[in-house]
C-alpha cells in the first residue's frame, strides 16, 4: 500500500520505519520547490515521521488535497511563525501529532486528541472538530463552518466563526474571545477567559462553567447552568430569554437599548443581578506608534485602537468599524504586524501614498497591530479617522525616520520569555546598535565604524502610569522619566554596537529612548528607541492557605487530613516577589530565566522582597480535571478575584470552594493583559511547609440535609393493608434521604464512592433514639430499649436515598403504653460532618439531639389462646385474640389484622380420656387474625374418641414452646416443627415475667351448654 505525503509525501508501505524529513533539504516524494515555497500532492504520513522546517523560514507548504498526519511530529522544535501550512482537502490528525504551523485547512478532524497545535488554525467552509485534550496555541476560526473544541482541551487565544456554531465542551479553556451568529455551547466547568459575542443563535452556558468577558447576544437566548460564574455583563440586545440557573452568580444583566430586566428569568436563588453599566460606545480611534524613531530601511510597530474613552485607557472591544489611515507626509506602506496578527482586512491602497483602510474584526477585541514603511528620513505622524455619524479623526505624535538610527534591542541571550519582558530585581541586558540605510540598496546595517566612547542622553518614557525609574548598573544611573539637559550615559561602542544592564527593584512598563546630538557623526540628531519593555514580578506567590488556625493539608486522597467544609471560606495570602542574584546559585532559578524552578523554596523565592507596585487583579481558580475524586466534578471558587494590592500583597480572605475532595491550583495565566502590555503572568503556590504544591484540601461536606422520612410498621411481616403501629419488641423500619452539602446549602455532589465517609449498612451510625412522653427509646444506657436491626443506602453524587433503618422498640419489665414515639437520627462521619439541623430532644436535656424521621406507634401486645369445649364429633374452635395494654389493662387490639399462626407452631399434649395423638390436628394450615381476633380449629377426634388435651403455642423461634405446661413432653407428632417468629406477643400466663407462651385445654365430648345460658341445674 502506498503512504503518500499530504504535507510531505511519504513513500513506501504503511508498515515502513519512520522516516525524517525536512525542509528545504530531504524532501518526501510527492514535494517539490524551493525555500520558503514549497507543493505536496494529499496524502498520509506514517506513523512516528518527523518533519524539520529549517532556513530560509518562514516557509509555506500547499497540499492539494487531504492530509493525514498518523502521529508526525512536524516542525515540533520551532513555532509557528516558522510555517504556513496550507491544505486544500481535509486535514486529519493523528494521536499526540505536534504541528507548530499557522494552518488554513478545507476541514480539520481530530479523531484521536492529544494533539498539539503551536499556531493559528483556520477554514473557510469546512468544520473543525478537535478530539480530548487537544491544545491550540493561536485562534480558531472558520467563516461558516462549525467549530467544536476538545474535552479537557485549550485554545491560547479566539474562537471566531462567521454563522457556524461553536462548541466548547467539559473543562475545555478558551483564554481569548468567542463569536459566531450561530448557536453557542458551553460545556460543563469550561473556562473562557475572553467575551462571548452571540446573535441570533441560542447562547449556552452549563454546569459551574466560567466567563471572564462580557456575554451577548441578540435574537438567541442565553441560559446559564448551576453554579456558573460570570464575571462581566450578560447582555440580550434584542431581549430574548436570559435564564439564570441554579446558584448562578451573574455579575449584571441588560435587555434591550433600555438595559433592564424584563427578559430574565432568575432561579439562582439569589437576588436578581444589578444592571450593566452603559454600553461603551466609541469615542475615537487613534494609530499609536511604538516608538518615536524608526528606520527609512525597515519598518516602524503601530498599534491600531478602537477607544472607548477619551484617554484611550479602555478598547471598544465589539468594535467592528473601518478606520481611513493616512501619513503626515503622503508617503509609506502599511502592512500587518503580528503578535497577535490582526484578524480584520487591510487594504493598502496606492503604493507608496501612505494612505490605507483597516476594517476590525470582532476578534480584535478593539487592538490592530500594523506596520508602516517609510524610505524617506522625515517626521511623521499618523491620522486615524473614522467616516459616517459621530466620525472621529486622530492625529499622533511623530515618527522621526532616519537613515541613521540607534536600534535597542534586549535579552541577547534570550534568557526570559517573550518579547521585552523584564523581570523585576534581574540586571537585563539591553544592546544599542547604530544602523545605517545603504545608500545604494536601501537596505539597513550595523555603522561598523560607529566606535569609541559616546556620550548619549538617556531617558525613558512611561506607558500606562508613573513607574519606579529604572537604572543602569554600571556606569550607575538613575534613568529618568525626560529628556535630560545633558549626556548622561557613556557607552563604549564597538563597530557599532554597545551593551549596559538595565536594573529594576519594581514592576513598570516604559520605552528607553536614547540620542546622539553632537553632530560627531552624522549631521543632525541620530536617536533610537526600545519597544514598551515590560517589567513583570519574578514570581506571583500564593501561600499561607488557612482556614480558621488549619492550614491547608493539600490532603487529595479520601482519608487524608480535612482542611475545611466545602463553601467555607478560606484564605491566602498573595504577593509579587522580586529576583535576587543569589537564586541562580541556591536552586530558585538556576538556568537564570527569571522564572522560579519546580524545587524553589518559599524562603529562596520571596528573598527579593515585595514588588511595591504591584496591583492588577489575580484570579484564583481550580485547575481543569485536578479535582478529586478523579470521576467527580470540579467545584467552582468563589472569592478567586484577588485585588487591593498594597505594597505588592494581597489578602484573598474568602475563598470558597464548593465541592467534597481537592483541587490544584491553576497557576496558568492568573493576571491576564499585565500592564496592559498582553502579557499573561503565572502563580506559583506553597505550602505550610515552604514547598511548592498547587493541591488544596481535603474538603468535606458542611452538613448532612435529612428528607423524605418515612415508617414501615411490623415491616418483617409484609402487612397488606399496611399496618398503623408497631409491637413493642417487633421490627419496624424507617426510611428517609440523606443529601450531602456544602455551607451553601447546595449538594456536593463528590461525597460519594471512597470519599463518602457515613457509611450507610452500620445501624449505628445513625445514632437512632425516640421519645414519647418521658419514656425514651434508645440503645445506649443502662436499661436500654432500644435494638438496632440492619442498615442499607449508598451514596450516589452526594445524594443517599432510600436509606433503610431497621430496629425494635424494646419492651419493659411491666406493660406500658400504649406510645405514639417520635424517633430521629443524628449521625455523624468519621470527619465529623453532622447533620444541619436538630429538632428533636429524645435525652430530655436541654436542646434537641436529633432529627425527626417519623413517629412511631408502638404497643405493648400478648397473644391469648383461650380454652373450649365442645361436642367429640365435631370441630372444635379456640378463640386466639391478640390484645394490647391500653394503660390499665389488655383490650383486644382492633388494628392487627395481620398476625399469622403457623399450624407448625401448636403443641398437643396431656391428653386424657381415649384421645390419642392421632386425634390432634388443626384444621388448615395458619391462622390469620382479623381486628385482633382470630380461631385455632382442631379437628374432630375420630373413632367416637372424646377427652382433653392441652394446648400450647411456640410463639419463639424455635419449635419449643415457652408455656406454664412446661416441663412437657408432647407424644410424638404432636410437638410442634416450628417457632411463630412472634415472641414480642408473650405474656406473663404464670409469675410476672412477660416471656410465657399462651396455652389453652380443648374438651371433646362435653356439652358445653348454650351460649345464652348463665347458670344451670339438673334436677333429679
Known amino acids: ?28 516524494p510527492g514535494c517539490s520547490g524551493s525555500g520558503p515555497n514549497y507543493t505536496c500532492t494529499g496524502g498520509a504520513l506514517a506513523y512516528g515521521d518527523t518533519v524539520t522546517i529549517n532556513a530560509p523560514r518562514p516557509a509555506t507548504v500547499t497540499v492539494n488535497g487531504s492530509l493525514d498526519t498518523n502521529t508526525a511530529q512536524i516542525n515540533a522544535a520551532g513555532s509557528a511563525s516558522d510555517l504556513t501550512l496550507i491544505v486544500t482537502g481535509t486535514l486529519t490528525l493523528g494521536y499526540q501529532t505536534v504541528i507548530r504551523a499557522n494552518i488554513t485547512a478545507g476541514s480539520v478532524s481530530d479523531p484521536n486528541g492529544a494533539v498539539t497545535f503551536g499556531g493559528n488554525l483556520a477554514t473557510s467552509t469546512g468544520t473543525i472538530a478537535l478530539g480530548y485534550q487537544s491544545t491550540v496555541a493561536g485562534s480558531v476560526s472558520s467563516t461558516s463552518g462549525a467549530i467544536s473544541v476538545a474535552q479537557n482541551g485549550s485554545v491560547g487565544g479566539n474562537i ?97 437599548g433600555g438595559c433592564n430586566t424584563s427578559c430574565v428569568t432568575n432561579n439562582s436563588t439569589y437576588a436578581m443581578p444589578p444592571k450593566c453599566s452603559a454600553a461603551a460606545t466609541l469615542d475615537h480611534v487613534e494609530a499609536v506608534p511604538a516608538g518615536s524613531s524608526a528606520l527609512t530601511c525597515s519598518t516602524a510597530a503601530v498599534t491600531l485602537k478602537a477607544c472607548a474613552n477619551a484617554a484611550c485607557s479602555s478598547l471598544l472591544t465589539s468594535y467592528t468599524g473601518t478606520v481611513t489611515l493616512s501619513t503626515s507626509s503622503g508617503r509609506g506602506d502599511w502592512s500587518a504586524g503580528s503578535g497577535p496578527a490582526p484578524q480584520g ?29 517609510h524610505t524617506l528620513a522625515q517626521d511623521v505622524t499618523l491620522t486615524a479617522a473614522t467616516s459616517g455619524s459621530g466620525a472621529t479623526s486622530n492625529t499622533s505624535s511623530a515618527i522621526q525616520f532616519r537613515d541613521n538610527a540607534f536600534v535597542l534591542g534586549e535579552d541577547a541571550s534570550n534568557k526570559i520569555a517573550g518579547s521585552n519582558v523584564v523581570v523585576a530585581g534581574r540586571p537585563h541586558d539591553i544592546t544599542v546598535t547604530l544602523v545605517k540605510t545603504d545608500s ?91 519597544s514598551t519593555l515590560t517589567v513583570r514580578p519574578f514570581a506571583l506567590v500564593v501561600r ?142 506553597f505550602n505550610a511547609a515552604g514547598a511548592q504544591s498547587t493541591r488544596v484540601g481535603r474538603f468535606v461536606p458542611a452538613r448532612f440535609a435529612l428528607s423524605a422520612g418515612s415508617v414501615t410498621h411490623r415491616s418483617t411481616r409484609s402487612c397488606s393493608p399496611a399496618s398503623a403501629f408497631t409491637y413493642l419488641d417487633e421490627t419496624f423500619r424507617l426510611g428517609f434521604t440523606l443529601t450531602a452539602q456544602n455551607a ?45 436491626g440492619s442498615a442499607t443506602g449508598s451514596w450516589s453524587n452526594g445524594v443517599a436515598s432510600g436509606i433503610t433503618l431497621s430496629a425494635a422498640a424494646l419492651r419493659s419489665t411491666s406493660p406500658d403504653g400504649p406510645f405514639s414515639a417520635a424517633f430521629g ?141 412446661q416441663p412437657w413432653s408432647p407424644p410424638s407428632g404432636d410437638a410442634a416443627t416450628a417457632g411463630a417468629n412472634l415472641a414480642y406477643l408473650r405474656g406473663a400466663w404464670c409469675g410476672s415475667s412477660w416471656d410465657k407462651d399462651p396455652s389453652a385445654r380443648a374438651s371433646f365430648g362435653l356439652y358445653r351448654g348454650a351460649d345464652a345460658v348463665i347458670h344451670q341445674r339438673e334436677n333429679y
Open 1 to 28: 500500500m502506498r503512504r503518500l505525503l499530504a504535507l510531505l509525501l511519504l513513500a513506501g508501505a504503511g508498515a515502513a520505519p519512520a522516516a525524517n524529513y525536512s525542509f528545504p533539504g530531504s524532501l518526501p
Open 160 to 256: 471566531t466563526s462567521t454563522s457556524g456554531a461553536i462548541t466548547v465542551p467539559f473543562q475545555a479553556q478558551v483564554s481569548g474571545n468567542i463569536s459566531t451568529s450561530g448557536a453557542i455551547t458551553i460545556g460543563q466547568e469550561a473556562v473562557v477567559g475572553g467575551t462571548i459575542t452571540g446573535s441570533t443563535g441560542n447562547l449556552a452556558i452549563g454546569y459551574g462553567a466560567r466567563v471572564t468577558g462580557a456575554v451577548q447576544s441578540s435574537s438567541g437566548t442565553i441560559g446559564i447552568g448551576q453554579s456558573a460564574v460570570l464575571s462581566a455583563c450578560v447582555r440580550s440586545t434584542s431581549s430574548a430569554a436570559i435564564t439564570l440557573g441554579y446558584q448562578a452568580s451573574v455579575n449584571s444583566v441588560c435587555c434591550g
Open 345 to 373: 482586512t487591510l487594504a493598502n491602497g496606492t503604493a507608496g501614498d501612505g494612505a490605507a483602510t483597516y476594517t476590525f474584526a470582532a476578534a480584535d477585541s478593539g487592538s490592530a497591530k500594523l506596520l508602516l514603511a
Open 440 to 530: 545604494s540598496t536601501g537596505a539597513c546595517g550595523t555603522a561598523t565604524d560607529f566606535s569609541g566612547s559616546r556620550a548619549l542622553k538617556l531617558w525613558r518614557t512611561d506607558s500606562g502610569g508613573t513607574w519606579t525609574a529604572p537604572t543602569v548598573v554600571s556606569p550607575a544611573l538613575t534613568i529618568p522619566s525626560a529628556q535630560p539637559g545633558t549626556n548622561n550615559l557613556t557607552l563604549a561602542f564597538t563597530s557599532g554596537v554597545a551593551g549596559f544592564n538595565l536594573g529594576s527593584s519594581d514592576i513598570g512598563r516604559y520605552a528607553l529612548n536614547v540620542r546622539d546630538d553632537s553632530g560627531s557623526y552624522a549631521a543632525g540628531t541620530v536617536s533610537g528607541s526600545s
Open 544 to 685: 499561607n492557605l488557612t482556614a480558621g488556625s488549619t492550614g491547608n493539608p493539600g490532603g487529595s486522597a479520601a482519608t487524608d487530613s480535612v482542611f475545611t467544609s466545602a463553601g467555607s471560606s478560606f484564605s491566602a495570602a498573595v504577593g509579587a516577589y522580586r529576583w535576587t542574584a543569589a537564586m541562580t546559585g541556591d536552586g530558585t532559578d538556576a538556568n537564570d530565566d527569571g522564572l522560579p524552578d519546580s524545587g524553589a523554596t518559599l524562603a529562596n523565592t520571596i528573598a527579593g522582597g515585595l514588588a511595591p507596585s504591584f496591583s492588577s487583579t489575580v484570579t484564583l481558580a481550580p485547575l481543569a480535571g485536578s479535582q478529586t475524586p478523579a470521576g467527580g466534578v470540579l467545584g467552582t471558587l468563589s472569592g478567586g478575584s484577588v485585588s487591593g494590592f498594597s505594597g505588592g500583597s494581597a489578602s484573598a480572605g474568602s475563598l470558597q470552594y464548593s465541592e467534597v475532595g481537592s483541587f490544584a491550583f491553576a497557576t496558568t495565566g492568573v493576571v491576564s493583559n499585565f500592564l496592559g502590555s498582553g502579557l499573561a503572568l503565572d502563580a506559583t503556590v
Open 744 to 788: 451553601a446549602g447546595a449538594t456536593t455532589q463528590n461525597y460519594t464512592g471512597a470519599f463518602a465517609r457515613l457509611g450507610l449498612t452500620t445501624p449505628a451510625n445513625f445514632n437512632l433514639a425516640g421519645i414519647a412522653s418521658g419514656t425514651r427509646f434508645s440503645s445506649s444506657g443502662a436499661s436500654p430499649r432500644l435494638s438496632l
Open 825 to 965: 437520627i443524628a449521625p455523624v462521619d468519621s470527619d465529623g460532618v453532622a447533620l444541619a439541623s436538630l429538632d428533636l430532644d429524645t435525652d430530655t436535656s436541654a436542646g434537641n439531639d436529633r432529627a425527626s424521621v417519623a413517629t412511631v406507634a408502638l404497643r405493648f401486645g400478648r397473644l391469648r389462646l383461650i380454652s373450649a369445649i365442645g361436642a367429640a364429633d365435631r370441630a372444635l374452635a379456640l378463640p386466639l385474640l391478640a390484645q394490647h395494654w391500653s394503660g390499665s389493662a389488655f383490650d383486644t387490639n382492633t388494628l392487627d389484622s395481620c398476625t399469622t399462626l403457623p399450624a407448625t407452631a401448636v403443641n398437643f399434649g396431656n391428653l386424657r380420656r381415649t384421645l390419642t395423638a392421632a386425634d390432634t390436628a388443626v384444621s388448615g394450615s395458619t391462622v390469620v387474625l382479623a381486628a385482633g381476633s382470630g380461631r385455632l380449629v382442631l379437628a374432630a377426634p375420630g373413632g367416637g374418641r372424646s377427652g382433653s388435651v392441652d394446648v400450647a403455642l411456640s410463639l419463639g423461634g424455635s419449635a419449643t414452646d415457652a408455656s406454664c405446661l
